[in-house]
C-alpha cells in the first residue's frame, strides 16, 4: 500500500530507466490480477502509459507467471506497438515480490536497505495501475478494487470488485461459507503472506486482493518442536538469509545482531515458516522483530 504519488516523484539526483509491472500473482489461490489482465488489459495498458509519462519512463514491461497462457497473449495484444514488453517469468514463489521480481526481469539486485530506484526500477501492481487509469482518464477516486474470495472454505469462490470498507462477513455471505466447525482460519490475503482474521466483522481496506477460508483438513495445526538447526529455512528464503539465526537472536533481544544479519531485508514472504519441519512460526517472530526494532530506532532519534 505505498503511496503511489510517492513512487511516481522521482527525486533529485535519481531517474527512472524503466517501469515494471507486477503481474506474477505468485501467491496461492489468488487470480484477480489474472482476471483484471483478461478483461481489462487495455485500461491496463492506458495506466501503464500514464505512469511513463508521469516519470518519464521510455521503457516499461509487464512480469507474468507462466502459468497465466491466456493473460499473456492478452496483454502482448494489448501492447502491440508500444514501448511496453510482456516479460513471461517462470511460475515459483515468490517471484512476484519487488526484489525478486526486478531481478527476474533485469537481473539487477536491489540492495539491502535500498529502494528499486536506485537500480532505475519503479514497479506497480496490475491493479494500482488500473486506479491510475480510472484515476486520470474518469476522474475517480480509489473506492473499489478487486479482489479473490477463495479457499477449500468457500462454497462458491471467484473474483468479484467491491467496495473499500466493506465488511469481510458481508463479502463472505456473498459467496457462501462451509460449516463452521469445518474452518481453520480467514485470512486478508492468500496463504502464505495473509494475515489471520481475529474477527469477519472488520472492514476491508485497499490493499486487500483476497480473503482466504482455509480449512481444518487443508492446515492441519503442526506439532511445535525444538529447531535443530536443519537449515531448510536457509535453503528456501529468496533473500538469503538465515531464519533459525534471525529468531535466535530477535528472542534474545539482540536487535542489533538482527538488524546486521538483515532482519529488515525480510520481505515476510513465509517460505521459512512453510519449510520448517518442526512447525515454527519464524515470520511471526521476524514481524514482532522489525516493530520492536523500529520502535528501538525511533526512541534512539528523540
Known amino acids: 500500500m505505498f503511496p503511489s ?3 511516481m516523484s522521482v527525486p533529485e539526483g535519481k531517474k527512472a530507466e524503466y517501469l515494471i509491472i507486477n503481474a506474477a500473482e505468485c501467491e496461492p489461490y489468488i487470480t484477480i490480477d489474472n482476471r483484471m489482465m483478461l478483461e481489462r488489459s487495455k485500461e491496463i495498458v492506458k495506466g501503464i502509459k500514464i505512469i511513463m509519462h508521469a516519470t518519464g519512463v521510455k521503457k516499461a514491461y509487464i512480469g507474468i507467471e507462466s502459468n497465466k497462457p491466456e493473460a499473456i497473449e492478452k496483454m502482448k495484444e494489448a501492447v502491440s506497438g508500444e514501448p511496453i514488453e510482456v516479460k513471461v517469468l517462470k511460475t515459483k514463489y515468490p517471484q512476484g515480490a519487488e526484489k525478486q521480481l526486478i531481478y527476474a526481469i533485469t537481473k539487477k539486485e536491489v540492495p539491502s536497505g535500498g529502494l528499486p530506484l536506485d537500480v532505475g526500477a519503479i514497479v506497480f501492481n496490475v491493479s494500482t495501475t ?3 487509469y480510472e ?9 473499489e478494487r478487486g479482489i479473490t474470495l477463495t479457499g477449500e472454505g ?4 471467484g473474483n468479484f470488485i467491491y467496495r473499500i470498507g466493506t465488511l469481510a462477513k458481508d463479502l463472505l455471505d456473498h459467496v457462501g461459507l462451509v460449516e463452521e466447525e469445518k474452518i481453520d482460519r480467514i485470512l ?3 496463504p502464505m503472506m495473509g494475515i489471520p482474521l481475529p474477527s469477519i466483522e472488520l472492514p476491508t481496506f485497499k490493499g486487500n486482493n483476497a480473503l482466504t477460508v482455509m480449512t481444518k483438513e487443508v492446515a492441519p495445526k503442526k506439532e511445535l518442536y525444538p529447531c535443530i538447526r536443519c537449515s531448510k529455512c ?3 528464503c529468496p533473500i538469503n538469509l538465515m531464519p533459525y539465526l534471525l529468531k535466535m537472536q530477535v528472542e534474545k533481544r539482540e536487535y542489533d545482531k538482527a538488524l546486521e544479519y538483515g532482519l ?3 520481505i515476510e514472504c513465509g517460505s521459512c515458516s512453510f519449510a520448517c519441519p518442526a512447525g515454527i512460526e519464524l515470520v511471526k517472530t521476524f514481524k514482532t522483530g522489525k516493530k520492536v526494532a523500529r520502535a528501538l530506532k525511533g526512541r534512539a532519534k528523540k
Open 5 to 7: 504519488h510517492v513512487k
Open 130 to 132: 488500473y486506479a491510475i
Open 135 to 143: 484515476a486520470v482518464e474518469k476522474g475517480k477516486p480509489l473506492i
Open 154 to 157: 468457500v462454497k462458491n469462490p
Open 188 to 190: 486478508y490475503g492468500g
Open 234 to 236: 536457509v535453503q528456501v
Open 264 to 266: 529488515m531485508d525480510c
